[in-house]
C-alpha cells in the first residue's frame, strides 16, 4: 500500500524569520492522523530568514538530523561542537540523556532551506553524540546513496535506530529500484522537483508512505532530490 502525504495538506508554522511546514503533528499543529511514521516522529520543511535561527534549547532521547537544501546552518551545541552544515552534508546529533544546541543561519542576505527529522532512538538514555559527513552530488546521482545506518556502513552516519536512509538525485529518465525486505517500511520525502512511485506521481514537500509492498521503482521527472527511510 502507498499512501500519498501532499505537501500542500501539512501542518505550518509561519513568523517573521521561519516558514516551516510539518508532515508531523509538531509544537501547535495536531492532527492525531499524522503523528509520526513508523520510528520517524518529526520531518520539518524550514525555510529560515538570513541572520537568524532557532537560539540554544533543549533536547533528549531522540536522533535528530539535518539535511540541508540550499545555504547553511551554523550548529554549536553543548558538547562543544561548533560546525557549519551545507548542501551535500548529512548531520546527526543523538540527544539522548540530553543536550543543547543552536542552529542558525550565517548568511546576511541568503536564506536558508533545509529539512529536520526526528527519529525514535533504540532505547532512552544514551550518551548524547555529533556526526556529519559529506556526499557529493556525484554519489547520489541516479542511484540511492545510502547516507544514515544503524551500523554506519558504507561510510554512512550512524543513526542509532534500526532504519536505513537513503538520498537520491534523479533527473527526468533516470530511475532506481529499492527492494523492501519482509516486514519493513518506507518513507520517502520529496526534498525537491518532481518523480513517480511505483507510476504514482509526487512532486516537492510530498511524502509516501509505504507498507506491503515489495519493490519500489522510482523514475524521476524534473530534478527530483528525495530522501528514502527504510524502516523497521
Avoid: C
Avoid at 40 to 46: A, F, M, Q, S
Avoid at 97 to 110: A, L, M, Q, R, V
Wanted: proline share 5%.
Amino acid at each position: 500500500m502507498i499512501t500519498l502525504r501532499p505537501a500542500a495538506e501539512r501542518g505550518a508554522t509561519r513568523i517573521d524569520w521561519l516558514d516551516s511546514k510539518h508532515s508531523f503533528s509538531f509544537a501547535e499543529y495536531h492532527d492525531p492522523r499524522h503523528m509520526g511514521f513508523r520510528s520517524l516522529r518529526v520531518i520539518n520543511d524550514d525555510r529560515i530568514a538570513a541572520g537568524a535561527g532557532f537560539p540554544t534549547h533543549g533536547h533528549r532521547d531522540m536522533e535528530i538530523l539535518t539535511y540541508v537544501l540550499e545555504g547553511a546552518v551554523a550548529h554549536r551545541d553543548s558538547l562543544g561542537t561548533g560546525s557549519t552544515i551545507r548542501p551535500g552534508e548529512v548531520q546527526i546529533m543523538s540527544a539522548g540523556t540530553g543536550i543543547h544546541h543552536s542552529e542558525f543561519n550565517p548568511s546576511k542576505t541568503e536564506p536558508l532551506h533545509l529539512l529536520q527529522i526526528w527519529m525514535l532512538p533504540e532505547k532512552p538514555g544514551l550518551k548524547p553524540r555529533y556526526d556529519q559527513k559529506e556526499f557529493s552530488a556525484a554519489e547520489r546521482n541516479g542511484r540511492l546513496r545510502l547516507v544514515g545506518s544503524r551500523d554506519g556502513r558504507e561510510g554512512t552516519v550512524t543513526i542509532y535506530q534500526d532504519l536505513d536512509l537513503y538520498t537520491a538525485l534523479l533527473d527526468k529518465g533516470q530511475t532506481v529500484t529499492h527492494e523492501i525486505r519482509p516486514d519493513r517500511h518506507v518513507w520517502i520525502q520529496m526534498a525537491r522537483g518532481k518523480a513517480s512511485v511505483n507510476g504514482k506521481p509526487v512532486a516537492e514537500g510530498d511524502g509516501i508512505a509505504v507498507s506491503n509492498e515489495k519493490r519500489l521503482d522510482i523514475a524521476g521527472v524534473d530534478g527530483a532530490e528525495l530522501l528514502l527511510f527504510d524502516l523497521a
